[in-house]
């Protein structure tokens, strides 16, 4: 009885190592590396739209690989998003505003509407410059409405 009690205690300490190990890997590291986590991301964004809209405005050679390629960029930049901001992640060198925890159903619409429209962004191949004009203005939205409420100025 006893052994079997101590196999039961033992198989479910395992059970449970491996959930929080998948749990682990799930969730979040340390909510501080979160902050540098999160803004590794938004500078990719950045660049990436930097490349359309300089391409855009004729400021920057219209190149169809680079154009398609920032696109893809954004669409998995913008998966990353959600998962960058886990709770206790709001102090220190952060312009994340409180609002993001607080009303997290409106953020994660914020989040839903960037991914939405860098996925139709990547489903549209790019071969010109009016492409890139296609699918600029649903991108820059989704980084402005985001912005505007949850980003300190
Ligand atoms: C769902 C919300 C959200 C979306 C969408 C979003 N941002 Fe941001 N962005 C933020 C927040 C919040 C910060 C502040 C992060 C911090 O300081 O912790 C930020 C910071 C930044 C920064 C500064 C990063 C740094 O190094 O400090 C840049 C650049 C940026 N965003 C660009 C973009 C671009 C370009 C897009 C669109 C393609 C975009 N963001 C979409 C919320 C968003």
Redesign the pocket.
Known sequence: MKFRATALALALAAGTTVVAASLGAFAQGKPADA?PY??AI??I??WQ?GMLSGMAKGDIAFNAAAANKATAA?RDASML?GDAFPAGSGDGE???KPE?WQKSAD?AK??E??QTAAKAAAATTIGSKDDIGKVLPA?GA??KN??DN??KS
């Open positions: 902050v999160r803004k938004f500078q964004n950045k739209m954004l998003v952060t312009k994340a993001i953020f914020a989040v509407m960037i991108l989704a980084c985001c912005h949850f980003r």
